[in-house]
Nanobody
Framework: QVQLVESGGGLVQPGGSLRLSCAAS????????LGWYRQAPGKQRELVAAISSRGSPNYADSVKGRFTISRDWAKNTVYLQMNSLKPEDTAVYYCNAYKINEGMYYWGKGTLVTVSS
């Protein structure tokens, strides 16, 4: 069983920055994916970024060059550094873990990011 707890959301002006954190409890292996999804009002949930030991980080085209995902292996924590934020980045951001040996996805409860002047 895996539990994910997000933090770091809030209100920020366009062009500003935020860092999201997701602490994972339970058994997470380095080969498992940890990542971030987001869901804006009236839209489907979409992948923002994901990271594992199996390859390079994966980013949505809309955030490349602005967002950076990183992982602290010892703390089982994944971070999302978000720079040059735009109003269209406003969404609930969800932490996600995909455990390869189980073939299962786990989700956090989400943290709201609002980009507005």
């Amino acid at each position: 069983q895996v539990q994910l707890v997000e933090s770091g959301g809030g209100l920020v002006q366009p062009g500003g920055s935020l860092r999201l954190s997701c602490a994972a409890s339970g058994t997470i292996f380095s080969r498992d994916d940890l990542g971030w999804y987001r869901q804006a009002p009236g839209k489907q949930r979409e992948l923002v970024a994901a990271i594992s030991s199996r390859g390079s980080p994966n980013y949505a085209d809309s955030v490349k060059g602005r967002f950076t995902i990183s992982r602290d292996w010892a703390k089982n924590t994944v971070y999302l550094q978000m720079n040059s934020l735009k109003p269209e980045d406003t969404a609930v951001y969800y932490c996600n873990a995909y455990k390869i040996n189980e073939g299962m996805y786990y989700w956090g409860k989400g943290t709201l990011v609002t980009v507005s002047s």
